[in-house]
């Protein structure tokens, strides 16, 4: 167990609707991550939050936005969904305050999305 | 741009055998990090091992260790004795610290491992 929790850990929904995915990071991390693992482009990452802040965005979409909350947990929203956006979606966490391995990442079991 | 190259997507290899993963990576920064992560059929991500890039030395956990070769750069994952638990999705990734708390995992497109009976 890595202690990184999602829910749900699955989900299905039709095109043009709105999802929220969720994750709770280690006890203790301050950064997550979001990931998106499908068949054809493999897991790109898609933004890092650092204690409540964007610290980096990758490949994600305008219709995705994501936020960390002060307690630390981070949602990621997916809008106007396309069948193009089924896939795993993965949340890590890392960078716990004693500034140890923070380039570390710990996996959850991820949120597996699709759209019908 | 950084980009992680694994260029074998399946490999297998025998009961208690070795084998090696490959795995090249391209990078401008001086600061970063090497893993190799498995995935087995429950889709979990698990960290088999990390290199630090500024070390020398090579990472070993137990029977996985790795060959890094930073000129080259070049980040093997060596097998010894593979057992049938190590039937998986192997990804190889790249950390690139940034600093100031910002950082990106960038991940190859994998390696599928079966170890046969």
């Known amino acids: 167990d890595s202690g990184v929790t999602q829910t749900p850990k699955h989900l299905i929904t039709a095109t043009g609707q709105r999802v929220t995915l969720r994750c709770s990071p280690r006890s203790g991390d301050l950064s997550v991550y979001w990931y998106q693992q499908s068949l054809d482009q493999g897991l790109q990452f898609l933004i890092q939050y650092y204690n409540g802040e964007e610290r980096a965005k990758g490949n994600i979409l305008e219709r995705f936005s994501a936020q960390q909350f002060p307690d630390l947990h981070s949602e990621l929203n997916l809008s106007s969904l396309e069948l193009g956006d089924s896939a795993l979606y993965f949340c890590?966490?890392?960078?716990?305050?004693?500034?140890?391995?923070?380039?570390?990442?710990?996996f959850g079991s991820g949120t597996q999305l699709s759209v019908l | 741009a950084q980009t992680v190259t694994q260029s074998q997507p399946e490999m297998s290899v025998q009961e208690a055998e070795t084998v090696t993963l490959s795995c090249t990576y391209d990078t401008s920064e001086s600061n970063y990090y090497l893993f190799w992560y498995k995935q087995p059929p429950s889709r979990q991500m698990i960290l088999v091992i990390r290199?630090?890039?500024?070390?020398?030395q090579n990472a070993t956990e137990n029977r996985f260790s790795v060959n890094f070769q930073k000129a080259a750069k070049s980040f093997s994952l060596k097998i010894s004795d593979s057992q049938l638990g190590d039937t998986a999705m192997y990804f190889c990734?790249?950390?690139?610290?940034?600093?100031?708390?910002?950082?990106?995992?960038?991940f190859g497109k994998g390696t599928k491992l079966s170890v046969k009976p």
């Open positions: 290199q630090e890039a500024y070390k020398q």
């Open positions: 990734a790249c950390f690139l610290n940034y600093g100031g708390s910002q950082g990106n995992l960038i």
């Open positions: 890590a966490s890392s960078s716990n305050p004693s500034g140890q391995e923070n380039e570390k990442l710990f």
